[in-house]
């Protein structure tokens, strides 16, 4: 198994704390989500799911690729913004 | 009353860089907006530059641009589990001052790029994110910035906001983006001595090597990887179709690790240190997924507008391209003291059809739907290769009329012949 961690260690960032520019509007709705895609797909592992079937949202590590947005199209459950102006991932070399 | 420009540039990529560039230095009054810490710090691409589109508006780029090698190889491997076929092309025919492919690092070369923007009188601004367009009725008249006081305001907004632009979308100028228009491409940069690099590829003198690899790899979705040479590192990525990954529910960084361990490619990469880790969206919708590109005070460029011919691998030149020609579309509506409406700006759009960018998205604008309906382009024919030239190349007592009876026999159990011919035409029709 790969630790997605291990590969973010690398990356610059400059997290804007408390104030996440991903957000998951209704945690019910991805209890009932079957695929759960965004906990498959995210490059960066944002997205777990628990035994209970929640799924949680970290987004420190977030390449803000922007393809939980997508995925989510059946039900468009992700509110997706970039960042404020300066943070979040910041590349070395791109 | 707030200063008006003459024209705002959202995103400080390619293609916003390439229309600041042109403006300012035909004397307009341009302000560009980028939400990293600086140009480039959130941008990925592969990568491969070509010289074409930014010879036509820095010529000399070559004396400064932080260009790492000059391509003088190019690979094009089909690859199966533990196996690949594989063509190359080098030449010497090519050198640092004539090549017309680089392999650059994102990060420093958009810095490089907007600091001559800058140079020739871009006012631009870092860390600032745009979060609305400003309109006056159905015109766009400035953009509201995450800043204090943040709205500006100007004659004409470039949208250069790159593949997810929330600017277009917000504004209804682009639908939402689906799953099968996009790949999700995902990288690394690892860092290995030059001297060993140069070694193991057989460089010299600022040589390069880039590798395209299908097959295997991508587990029969649409995709491809690659490996790029550069100074003293390896970029090495692979992409699919945001569509088949979800269908497939594989993690992207599962691909890249398979790829990195496949026997072709480890390698490679043996002893090299990873110092990076990107993601990225490519719009590979080519022509049908382009959107509405003008409107009543505004244009799209470069990613934002879809522009990306995914089957030569590029992009960040068609940004520059389309950046330039929308540019010069402001300037030559500027002269004639005209307005920034939809029926003058459809100028941009002219252009375009005109140049290189969207005379080849036309020319493929079928590829993808018949590769995505024949999945097995991707997959038997990467193997009947491999399979085949494994069994004709070994010696092991067989002679070789029954060698290439056998290997006939066995093609075509994975693939009739009406089945090829098929196949053929259909890719041939793909690309006229």
Redesign the interface.
């Known amino acids: 198994m790969?630790q997605?961690e291990e590969?973010?260690y690398?990356?610059r960032y400059?997290v804007d704390e408390g104030r996440p520019h991903i957000k998951i509007k209704n945690r019910e709705t991805c209890t009932l989500c079957y695929?759960k895609?965004c906990t498959?797909?995210c490059?960066?592992?944002c997205y777990r799911k628990n035994e209970t079937e929640e799924v949680t949202l970290i987004t420190d590590g977030c390449?803000?690729?922007?393809?939980c947005q997508?995925?989510c199209?059946e039900h468009k459950n992700i509110q997706w913004?970039?960042?404020?102006?300066?943070f979040?991932?910041?590349?070395?070399?791109? | 009353m707030k200063e008006k420009y003459d024209c705002i540039i959202v995103g400080a990529g390619p293609g916003g860089t390439a229309a600041a560039y042109t403006l300012a230095s035909n004397g307009l009054n341009v302000i560009q907006l980028e939400r990293g810490e600086y140009p480039g710090s959130k941008n990925v691409q592969g990568a491969v530059l070509y010289a074409n589109s930014l010879e036509k508006i820095i010529p000399d780029f070559r004396m400064d641009a932080p260009l790492e090698r000059f391509l003088a190889e190019q690979r094009v491997w089909i690859i199966d589990k533990d196996a690949y076929v594989g063509t190359t092309h080098r030449t010497a025919a090519l050198n640092w001052d004539n090549a017309d492919r680089y392999t650059i690092l994102r990060a420093p070369f958009d810095r490089w790029f907007s600091k001559k923007a800058q140079e020739a009188g871009v006012l631009l601004i870092c860390e600032t994110t745009v979060l609305d367009l400003i309109k006056e009725k159905e015109r766009v008249v400035g953009v509201r910035t995450d800043r204090e006081d943040g709205e500006l305001y100007g004659e004409v907004v470039i949208l250069a906001d790159g593949v997810n632009s929330m600017l277009a979308r917000k504004a209804g100028f682009r639908k939402e983006i689906v799953a099968k228009e996009v790949a999700l491409g995902v990288k690394e940069t690892i860092f290995i001595p030059q001297e060993i690099l140069e070694n193991r590829f057989g460089l010299v003198d600022n040589q390069g090597v880039a590798i395209e690899m299908l097959g295997a790899i991508t587990r029969g979705m649409l995709g491809t990887a690659f490996l790029y040479t550069n100074k003293e590192s390896i970029s090495i990525g692979i992409g699919c179709l945001l569509a088949d990954l979800k269908k497939e529910k594989i993690p992207p960084f599962e691909l890249l690790e398979s790829l990195k361990n496949h026997p072709a490619v480890k390698p490679l990469i043996v002893g090299g240190e990873v110092k990076e880790y990107s993601a990225h969206l490519i719009p590979e919708g080519g022509y049908h997924a382009m959107p509405q590109i003008y409107g009543e005070g505004w244009m799209i460029v470069g990613d934002a507008a879809m522009l990306v011919n995914s089957i030569h691998r590029e992009g960040s030149n068609l940004a520059m391209e389309s950046g330039r020609l929308a540019a010069e579309t402001v300037i030559e509506i500027k002269k004639k003291n005209a307005r920034f409406n939809k029926m003058n700006l459809v100028l941009y759009k002219e252009k375009l059809e005109k140049s290189f960018v969207l005379k080849d998205l036309r020319k493929y604008k079928n590829f993808h739907a018949v590769i995505g309906k024949n999945r097995h382009f991707l997959t038997t024919y990467p193997e009947i290769m491999n399979v085949s030239l494994f069994s004709l190349l070994q010696v092991d007592g067989v002679d070789k009329r029954t060698k290439e009876r056998e290997t006939i026999k066995n093609i075509l159990k994975k693939r009739s012949v009406s089945g090829i011919l098929q196949d053929a035409i259909q890719l041939w029709r793909a690309t006229r």
């Open positions: 790969i997605i590969k973010l690398q990356n400059r695929d895609s498959v797909l490059p960066a592992g390449l803000e690729c922007g393809t997508i995925i199209m913004e970039y960042p404020r102006g300066g979040g991932i910041l590349y070395k070399f791109g």
